[in-house]
């Protein structure tokens, strides 16, 4: 059984950082698999922010890049989502996704084709 864990929302005022987390239990640590994050905002549909491929690869989408930074600690099954320099358009629920494929850049883009998610962590950024 895969399961996927977040933590680390809250609210923040522009400018601010937060880190979320996520606990991977589950065989969505094991290679093949891509980590990523996703946000969705009221209205909005889902969107990919940024993922790690089992490579080590990483893809972030455009509107974060330089911003946030996505990494993972192996000896802990934890993946993490550094966010810097927060504006009101961060506003989001997150969640911490798996999914098996290579091409994380590509599932970034397509969402539904995720395999596993959280339960979503709330960032507010006013």
């Known amino acids: 059984e895969v399961q996927l864990v977040e933590s680390g929302g809250g609210s923040v005022q522009a400018g601010g950082s937060l880190r979320l987390s996520c606990v991977v239990s589950?065989?969505?640590?094991?290679?093949?698999?891509?980590l990523g994050w996703f946000r969705q905002a009221p209205g909005k549909e889902r969107e990919g922010v940024g993922a790690?491929?089992?490579?080590?690869?990483?893809f972030y989408a455009d509107s974060v890049k330089g911003r946030f930074l996505i990494s993972k600690d192996n000896a802990k099954n934890t993946l993490f989502l550094q966010m810097n320099s927060l504006k009101p358009e961060d506003t989001a629920m997150y969640y911490c996704?798996?999914?098996?494929?290579?091409?994380?850049?590509?599932?970034?883009?397509?969402?539904?084709?995720?395999?596993?998610w959280g339960q979503g962590t709330q960032v507010t950024v006013s």
């Open positions: 790690i491929g089992s490579d080590g690869r990483i």
């Open positions: 996704a798996a999914e098996y494929t290579d091409f994380g850049g590509w599932w970034l883009v397509h969402p539904r084709a995720t395999d596993y």
């Open positions: 589950g065989y969505a640590y094991s290679d093949g698999y891509c």
